[in-house]
Nanobody, 111 residues
Framework: QVQLVESGGGLVQPGGSLRLSCAVSGTIFSIGAMDWYRQAPGKEREFVAM???????NYADSVKGRFTMSRDNTKKSVYLQMNSLKPEDTAVYYC?????WGQGTQVTVSS
């Protein structure tokens, strides 16, 4: 059974950085294309970033230029480097592989 486990969230001041990780466990040949989403309190879950099997990335306009998604196939993991964080980036961040979601990791940007 494939499972996703996120880590790396926390409390950071505006302008700071965090690096989220998502590890894929289970018997799979390849982790495939993966996405990051986020959900702020009282809001719907929204797309943040995706990475293809070949490493091509795409980002939501709200994070473009600040966030970078990467992958390490040997570790069956994807990452989200978040720089220049803003209070509006506060949310629970989830990684997704096809129809499988992780449990989420909280990111809070506040002074």
């Amino acid at each position: 059974q494939v499972q996703l486990v996120e880590s790396g969230g926390g409390l950071v001041q505006p302008g700071g950085s965090l690096r989220l990780s998502c590890a894929v466990s289970g018997t799979i040949f390849s982790i495939g294309a993966m996405d990051w989403y986020r959900q702020a309190p009282g809001k719907e879950r929204e797309f943040v970033a995706m990475i293809s099997v070949g490493g091509i990335t795409n980002y939501a306009d709200s994070v473009k230029g600040r966030f970078t998604m990467s992958r390490d196939n040997t570790k069956k993991s994807v990452y989200l480097q978040m720089n220049s964080l803003k209070p509006e980036d506060t949310a629970v961040y989830y990684c997704r592989r096809a129809s499988i979601w992780g449990q989420g990791t909280q990111v809070t940007v506040s002074s």
